[in-house]
């Protein structure tokens, strides 16, 4: 079943706040994560990744924090704007041997932004 | 440099009726991986191609496959449709880096062919 899933399905926040996605993991080898972003009729947008010997990585606008104890995963974005309203996934690599590798997706938070 | 473009955006078929998307990945990327994305199950990976060749393979039954063209291109094929297999079909490249992590290797999505089976 999924390794992957996120702790609330919808997230709504005024235009202007922060707003934070979070997600879970099973898989303690699990070795490197992804942010995808998706918006309507477009395919998932690459946003920022951290490898598991990182706790946190920043990138702009957004910060991902890693917790390794809990397995928990999110995604912090700062002055959230209405273009970011889309779902955001999580993802995790597997490490299997050599370049054999599969991504394992979270069902997806609904981000909405109100002006 | 152009994106990884799908096509064709929209289909309807009729079960047991078979179907073939086609993929184009990033110029110079080797890997292509397609995922099927549905409301209930979220994104699946399908299967991933590098140098024509089928590198990894998910969960799904036979009726599912590919194949990718000396050019990097790739199609997928689904024999024998049914109507769970209505679903955002999504294909992604990378350069598919051998050996490399696979924070070298970061897929790029296409935007999707919408699959509907009647």
């Known amino acids: 079943g999924e390794s992957v899933g996120l702790h609330l399905p919808t997230l709504s926040v005024q235009e202007g706040d922060n707003s934070i996605i979070n997600c879970a993991y099973s898989?303690?080898?699990?070795?490197?994560f992804i942010w995808y972003k998706q918006e309507s009729g477009k395919g998932p947008q690459f946003i920022i990744d951290?490898?598991?010997?990182?706790d946190k990585r920043q990138g702009q606008r957004v910060t991902v924090l890693l917790n390794k104890t809990v397995k928990h995963l999110s995604l912090q974005i700062a002055a959230t704007q209405p273009g970011d309203s889309a779902v955001y996934f999580c993802?995790?690599?597997?490490?299997?041997?050599?370049?054999?590798?599969?991504?394992?997706f979270g069902k997806g938070t609904l981000l909405t932004v109100n002006p | 440099k152009a994106g990884v473009t799908q096509t064709p955006r929209y289909l309807i078929k009729t079960r047991g009726q078979q179907v073939t998307l086609s993929c184009s990945p990033i110029s110079g990327h080797r890997s292509v991986s397609w995922y099927q994305q549905t409301p209930g199950q979220g994104l699946q990976f399908l299967f991933e191609y590098f140098s024509e060749t089928q590198r990894n393979k998910g969960n799904f039954p036979g009726r599912f496959s590919g194949r990718q063209f000396s050019n990097s291109r790739s199609e997928m094929n689904v024999s024998t449709l049914e109507l769970g297999d209505s679903a955002l079909y999504l294909c992604?490249?990378?350069?598919?880096?051998?050996?490399?992590?696979?924070?070298?290797?970061?897929?790029?999505f296409g935007a999707g062919t919408r699959l509907s089976v009647l």
């Open positions: 993802a995790e690599n597997l490490p299997s041997g050599g370049s054999n590798y599969k991504l394992t």
């Open positions: 898989n303690s080898a699990s070795d490197y």
């Open positions: 951290i490898r598991s010997n990182m």
């Open positions: 992604a490249s990378s350069s598919g880096l051998a050996g490399a992590h696979l924070a070298k290797n970061i897929q790029y």
